[in-house]
């Protein structure tokens, strides 16, 4: 009843011989390198440090120092951290231009679950962005996921081969000339999932070698880019809290509320859809954009965005292109925006190009 399948019974040697098509074979799956991540149990130790920079400078009597300090605490809830910026003249204060000598830097609370790939964020932080955006300062809370946690997840699509063997043979896969697999497989068909290809054009070929030396080879482009997701990858960042000014001058400076939220998923191996918004008192701006893989040229973004609040509203609208290979490398892009439109970056004091 099996489709595709058919079997003879040999009553006299009680042998069952069964003949099945190609694709009623589940394939042989050959993997470039073995998973060394999936069963290593996470460690979170307990302790302390600091880290510091410190320089000293003397020129024609004018005496000045400087310090740069980052205090850390960690265990298995979390790290603490802050980070001061010290400094010291001769002169007196007015030769630090009017600023303070001691100037408190991010002060945060961190929480990373490498089980669901998300930091949890409280105090000062730099916000999520897409390449159309404006990432800023706060002092707040975030939630972001973040799969530098798991350095074996491969986040942008990667091809992957298939094949069919009539006889034992054997299966080597190269790179631009590179081997990077050569397995021996038994008749049947079999696939290479995710070949580890480098970001840009590439040449894959492969070659099925049977025992008496006659090769079947196959050669394949693929061009492979970090700004697009596998399928069904998704990515998020989520803020809310103050924006902070004056980083690096004032220890606490910290102005309007405000939010932000940014999200890209991957809908197929050419295609990445994106969305961000922010908002504060009076002002709105939201957009969203896809980038996309266009055959083995290259990888095209577009993105429109518009803001609104109080008396202004404006649009704006991005684009590029990205080709990269082994010999040269070609990117352009443009951003426009007309003079009503608005981020929280004209909050902070930064008007838009």
């Known amino acids: 009843s099996l489709p595709g399948v058919g079997a003879r019974l040999d009553g006299p040697t009680q042998k069952l011989y069964v003949t099945a098509a190609t694709a009623s074979l589940l394939p042989a799956f050959l993997n470039t390198k073995a998973d060394r991540y999936a069963d290593v149990p996470f460690e979170s130790g307990t302790g302390a440090l600091v880290n510091y920079d410190l320089i000293d400078t003397a020129v024609e009597g004018q ?10 605490a960690f265990s298995p809830w979390g790290a603490v951290s802050s980070g001061l910026l010290a400094r010291h003249d001769s002169a007196g204060r007015d030769a630090l231009g009017g600023q303070p000598a001691t100037v408190r830097l991010d002060t945060s609370y961190v929480y990373s679950d490498p089980h669901s790939l998300r930091r949890y964020r409280l105090g000062d932080f730099i916000s999520g962005g897409l390449g159309w955006t404006r990432p800023l300062r706060f002092g707040g809370a975030r939630i972001s996921s973040d799969f530098s946690m798991r350095p074996d997840l491969v986040t942008s699509p990667q091809p992957g081969l298939s094949g069919s063997a009539t006889v034992p043979s054997t299966v080597d896969v190269l790179i631009d000339g590179q081997r990077v697999l050569s397995r021996q497989v038994s008749p049947g068909p079999f696939e290479v999932p995710q070949l580890p290809v480098v970001t840009g054009a590439n040449t894959i070929t492969l070659i099925v070698t049977d025992a008496l030396g006659r090769q079947q080879v196959q050669t394949l482009p693929f061009y492979a880019s970090s700004t697009l997701l596998a399928p069904g990858l998704q990515t998020f960042s989520v803020e809310a809290g103050a924006l902070r000014r004056n980083w690096g001058r004032v220890s606490d ?15 197929s191996e050419h295609l990445t859809l994106e969305a961000h918004g922010e908002g504060a008192a009076d002002l709105f701006m939201g957009g969203g954009g896809l980038a996309a893989r266009v055959g083995d040229l290259g990888v095209v973004n577009l993105a429109v965005a518009g803001s609104g609040g109080g008396d202004r509203e404006g649009a704006l609208v991005s684009l590029g292109a990205q080709h990269l290979n082994r010999r040269f490398s070609l990117a352009a892009s443009a951003t426009f925006a007309d003079s009503g439109f608005s981020d929280l970056g004209v909050l902070d004091g930064t008007p838009v190009p």
């Open 63 to 72: 005496h000045s120092t400087a310090g740069l300090f980052d205090l850390r």
């Open 253 to 267: 400076d910290y102005g309007d509320a405000a939010t932000s939220a940014s999200y890209r998923r991957g809908l």
